[in-house]
């Protein structure tokens, strides 16, 4: 007999007869000889005149349906031996296999993390080998400088004091033409003292966010949980994700500094274009390789592939402001300025409120972290969200927030304040510095504009992150893509259109998405590669 657990494969029912009984349960003296259809009972003769006499358009005799139902149970068995019994015996002996695998499979994880983290600390120990070995050199050569200028001063007071008493006594003694020698000697003489030198030849500055920047270090450490949690939010998000960083870039250097060492290409390679008549106000995207475009006039928001084919649209009951994509789900987020909600696009394709906002929102970014940014409009506040809309820090703008992105390398953050000048911030919104036009002055072509007209004229349309760490503008003024270090450092003008430039984005592998208007006159995307590879 079939146990408990093997039998849920059957569906429950009813049971009326036991299975195999030959005789009519109300006529029990009786053998079973039609089949009423209607109510799928097997019945004796008289039950067809009496309790199933509405049925009888429904009634077989049961040894006419004896054929059909035989070929059934010889298909069931044929396909049970044949197919689902070696399947499930296959499907178990690759689980059992499985099992086995997992031990040493996860043996290795370790490992690999151990040894990592070993070679880190071995790295971390000559970092800090060579720093003292730095600061002993500089010490004794603080030391050599300030020795030097001891001596000078030495030789100086002796030279004075001998000085003192020749024209002392060339005071009493001398005759005219020493007098005037001794002064005119006085007049050549460099009568400042030099000043002491500087021996503070070094700095040292903390890292802040060490915690991070150690993870980031050791490596990534990716896992998911929706098997393990029962009853999960059906947003897949909570305080306690894994925070999965991008992997630090291979460049040597600090992207955090702006010393990642790349080269760039003279002039962006064109890797395809095409025209897209819609306006488009924000673009994200995919690391398949395809784009989320949104044009905050309307409820719609379109993805589109690598030639501009419209491939999927969501649409919303009011106008989505401005979308942003998960870096570890991958699902797409917006915000709604009108009813203040923040929504996440579920597995099906649906939006989902998350939270609503006290504050009409202007743009808004997922985070690694798994919080939402937000900028808002009148309150002029840049505010960090989790995903079920608890505040966690703000700051204060002085005008609407109209982009953000966050940098995958160093983890901080940065926002287009009123298209007029960039902020940008650490993970948890602590200001880092602010960076303005006038900051490109070096390149010299604009020391001789005014600065007035510069600050009026400045249409900065959005910032996003790159690979190395660096910052990519778009400037609408002056049609540019401006490209600055992300520690503010000015470091190419990318490219120049002819007409309008419009949004960016960018997508996995630095191939730059770029609204704008084409050679043809029409609107369209360029997809543009701008490092060597």
């Known amino acids: 007999m079939a146990s408990k657990l093997g039998r849920s494969i059957i569906k429950a029912q009813r049971p009326i007869r036991p299975k195999g009984q030959v005789k009519c349960e109300i006529h029990k003296q009786n053998e079973i000889v039609l089949l009423c259809q209607d109510c799928k009972m097997l019945i004796y003769t008289k039950c067809s005149i009496t309790l199933h006499k509405e049925h009888i358009n429904s009634f077989l005799e049961i040894s006419d349906i004896k054929t059909r139902h035989n070929k059934i149970l010889q298909d069931f068995v044929n396909e049970t031996e044949n197919v689902n019994i070696p399947k499930l015996n296959q499907e178990i002996i690759s689980s059992r296999t499985k099992k086995t695998s997992c031990k040493p499979m996860y043996d290795k994880r370790r490992k690999n993390i151990i040894d990592n983290t070993e070679k880190c600390k071995l790295e971390l120990d000559k970092i800090t080998e060579d720093y003292i070995a730095l600061c002993d050199k500089m010490e004794l050569a603080a030391m050599d400088l300030i020795q030097t200028h001891i001596t000078d001063l030495e030789s100086r007071l002796k030279t004075l004091r001998e000085l003192s008493s020749e024209y002392k006594q060339t005071l009493q003694t001398g005759t005219s033409v020493l007098v005037y020698d001794s002064v005119s000697e006085i007049r050549e003489m460099d009568p400042d003292i030099p000043p002491t030198p500087n021996i503070d030849m070094t700095q040292f500055t903390p890292g802040i966010d060490r915690l991070s920047h150690l993870k980031q270090a050791i490596g990534n450490l990716k896992f998911t949980t929706d098997h393990l949690q029962a009853g999960s939010a059906t947003s897949g998000h909570s305080d306690q994700r894994p925070v999965v960083r991008p992997k630090q870039s291979t460049e040597t250097g600090q992207a955090s500094t702006g010393e990642v060492r ?18 488009i106000s924000t673009d994200c995207p995919t690391s398949d390789g395809r784009a989320w475009m949104c044009n905050w006039y309307t409820d719609t928001v379109n993805l589109i592939d690598n030639q501009g084919q419209v491939i999927q649209t969501i649409r919303h009951r009011s106008n989505i402001q401005d979308i942003s994509l998960d870096p570890t789900t991958g699902r797409l987020w917006f ?18 409120t998350r939270f609503t906002t006290w504050d009409e929102s202007l743009s808004l970014c997922v985070t690694r972290e798994g919080r939402v940014v937000v900028g808002t409009r009148g309150y002029r506040q840049v505010v960090m969200y989790t995903v079920d809309g608890q505040v966690l820090h703000t700051d204060i703008v002085e005008g609407g927030v109209r982009s953000i992105s966050q940098c995958g390398v160093t983890g901080n953050i940065t926002v287009v304040v009123d298209y007029e000048h960039i902020i940008v911030y650490n993970s948890t919104l602590q200001l880092l510095f602010n960076y303005q036009r006038e900051g490109i002055q070096a390149r010299g072509e604009w020391i001789q504009v005014q600065r007035s007209f510069i600050l009026d004229q400045i249409s900065y349309l959005t910032v996003v992150y790159d690979s190395k760490g660096n910052i990519v503008i778009a400037d609408r003024t002056r049609s540019t893509i401006e490209l600055i270090s992300g520690a503010g450092k000015y470091i190419k003008t990318l490219h120049t259109n002819k007409g309008l430039q419009g949004v960016v984005g960018i997508q996995k592998g630095d191939v730059l998405w770029s609204y704008l208007k084409l050679d043809t006159g029409e609107g369209g995307l360029k997809l543009l590669k701008y490092y060597s590879d």
């Not at 915000?335 to 989902?352: G, Q, R």
């Open 262 to 279: 790349y080269k760039l290409r003279d002039r962006p390679t064109v890797m395809s274009q095409f025209p897209y008549t819609d306006t």
């Open 335 to 352: 915000c709604c300025s009108s009813d203040k909600t923040i929504c996440e696009v579920s597995t099906s394709h649906k939006p989902v």
